[in-house]
């Protein structure tokens, strides 16, 4: 049971999941009349026993009628309110309710100042549940301590205001160390990819992690959180198969009269660092544009299988992507939309990128289409992960082509015609290629997808 902070306030049993046992985000009501959380809820929908059958409510074990799910706003108004107040009371919990593990069994990450390492927090009434413990050591540099509290301020903003982050649960002090106490996740996308054939995920499982991440980034963004350090190891993922963003510790909060700043030196990770990273006086300082950069990165890596410039040095990557204006390349077979917007993401200028709640939206449109071309999301969700289908380029409508030209800034009422948007679409991949963002152009309807084979 995720409680936050732990000891001022204890959870009202109306504020958990009763699939997660968690305090939920995002309350859901289905047709059984129980709240549930969205994420676990679709999850318990798309299971392989109800593939041809009407789901049963976890609740009470009966069929629904429907996988109808409303919002519950009133709900999660109150649990906003309850992290809110339970927030002023501290975060600190007592010593001797958590047990670390100091074997290097328990290691269960690394973060920029300290291992994070498998925990034990007491619950009481013998209970417990296991945690992830990240520790600044007695020993760290006034830098790092800095670091600690930045971290620290961001994870209390982010777990009390948004959905697609690491859960903070509390800070504890133990024999000179601080350490922030964490709910313990699955993994992280990085150990998937590494384990996955070719490195490499299917378009359609790349697009619902995509659809997840970027939905983390934009609710961070609208708290005016950088994050700074976007990348798989810093994906983390629950036993639902929902995905988090984690590792705060080069983020920053910015404000509306100091929508940029200037790094005292180079920080991220070399493979997914933005220009403005790299040379920060060069472009007027770093913001929120970076983490759309990152994010790009990230969504090609999963589709190609290979980590941005990998094997080069930084120097090699400086000269590409600061000097040169040079981005990893945009795999084939994203839907078209999907990767005209990366491409986008990849702008050398940063105010030419696009913000992270229309990346947001492109995908799920992208999503949503394929969806209904299949069948819905229940059959969408259960097929064998492969290609998305492809068609010729007649079968482009003039409705994508619109949203096409939309994105990239274009005006459409101007242009009536379908074959003129085809062309206009043409040229826009024929430069895309030659700068070595796509393959060639190939197309269905209503899902279309770039550099596809065949």
Request: charged residues 20%; hydrophobic residues 40%.
């Amino acid at each position: 049971m995720e409680l936050m902070p732990m000891e001022a306030h204890a959870a009202k049993q109306a504020y958990l999941c009763p699939i997660t046992g968690e305090v939920m985000v995002d309350p859901v009501v289905a047709d059984d009349g129980h709240t549930y959380e969205q994420a676990a809820i679709e999850n318990w929908f798309n299971q392989e026993q109800f593939a041809d059958t009407d789901p049963t409510s976890p609740k009470t074990g009966v069929p629904l009628e429907s996988r109808r799910l409303v919002r519950n706003h009133a709900l999660r108004q109150v649990i906003e309110d309850w992290r809110e107040s339970a927030a002023k009371g501290g975060w600190n919990i007592e010593p001797s309710l958590i047990e670390i593990g100091w074997t290097d069994a328990d290691i269960v990450g690394k973060g920029g100042y300290g291992m994070v390492r498998r925990g034990v927090l007491k619950l009481g009434q013998g209970k417990s549940m296991a945690v992830a413990v990240k520790t600044l050591p007695d020993t760290a540099p006034e830098a790092e301590r800095k670091t600690f509290d930045g971290e620290l301020k961001v994870l209390s903003l982010a777990t009390i205001r948004c959905q697609g982050v690491c859960r903070l649960l509390g800070t504890t002090l133990q024999d000179g160390q601080m350490h922030l106490v964490m709910k313990l996740y699955a993994g992280s996308l990085f150990r998937q990819l590494m384990k996955a054939p070719g490195r490499r995920f299917e378009v359609r499982r790349t697009l619902d992690i995509m659809q997840q991440v970027c939905r983390g980034v934009a609710e961070l963004h609208a708290q005016q959180v950088v994050i700074g350090d976007l990348k798989p190891s810093n994906i983390l993922y629950d036993q639902f198969g929902h995905y988090v963003i984690a590792d705060f510790g080069m983020s920053r909060i910015v404000d509306g009269t100091m929508s940029r700043f200037l790094p005292t030196s180079v920080q991220g990770t070399l493979a997914y660092m933005a220009p403005e990273q790299f040379d920060p006086d060069g472009f007027g300082g770093v913001g929120l544009e970076c983490d759309l950069w990152a994010l790009a990165c990230t969504v090609c890596e999963m589709i190609s299988g290979e980590c941005p410039w990998k094997g080069l040095k930084m120097a090699a990557v400086v000269r590409k992507v600061s000097v040169n204006g040079e981005h990893p390349p945009i795999p084939a077979g994203l839907p078209l939309a999907v990767a005209v917007t990366l491409r986008r993401c990849f702008s050398r200028q940063p105010r030419e990128r696009p913000k992270a709640h229309e990346v947001l939206e492109t995908v799920a449109q992208a999503i949503a289409e394929a969806q209904a071309q299949e069948g819905g999301p229940g059959s969408w969700a259960r097929r064998p992960q492969s290609a998305m289908p492809v068609g010729s380029e007649d079968d482009l409508s003039a409705a994508e082509l619109r949203r096409v030209v939309a994105l990239m800034g274009g005006n459409c009422e101007s242009v009536n015609d379908k074959t003129r948007l085809l062309s206009l679409v043409r040229r826009l991949m024929t430069v895309a290629r030659r700068s070595g963002s796509a393959g060639p152009v190939r197309s269905s309807n209503p899902v279309t997808a770039v550099g596809s084979s065949g």
